[in-house]
């Protein structure tokens, strides 16, 4: 016969690194994208490297002179991987790029 009461070992698993948890109230529509950034956080990852940084990492760009001005052309920025929003300006330049091609 089963016995009741806790016992050493059993129970499930803590699924946080740093160990406790503790309970909080947000917002619904926010708790989702909440948990994400505390699970990223909890693996050691820095508040930079979760949110949207306003940096932009230009080592792979190439820049040209245009009118004896720096510039930087969105078809480098594109090619470099980088990502561009509006999505609907992003595909009227591949267009373009794609019609000067």
Same mark, same amino acid.
């Given at each position: 016969?089963?016995?009741?009461? /806790?016992?050493?070992? /059993?129970? /499930?698993?803590p699924k946080w690194i740093r160990g406790k948890t503790t309970v909080i109230r947000v917002p619904e529509a926010l708790a989702e994208?909440? #948990?994400? #950034?505390?699970?990223l956080l909890d693996e050691g990852k820095s508040v930079d490297d979760v949110t949207k940084s306003k940096y932009l990492d230009l080592s792979d760009v190439?820049?040209?002179?245009?009118n004896e001005e720096p510039v930087v052309f969105v078809k480098d920025l594109l090619k470099a991987g #980088?990502?561009?929003?509006? #999505?609907k300006l992003v595909d009227q330049l591949r267009r373009e790029l794609d019609r000067l091609h």
């Open positions: 016969m089963p016995r009741g009461g /806790s016992r050493p070992g /059993s129970g /499930s698993k994208e909440v #948990l994400r #950034l505390a699970h190439p820049i040209r002179r245009w #980088l990502k561009i929003r509006p #999505l």
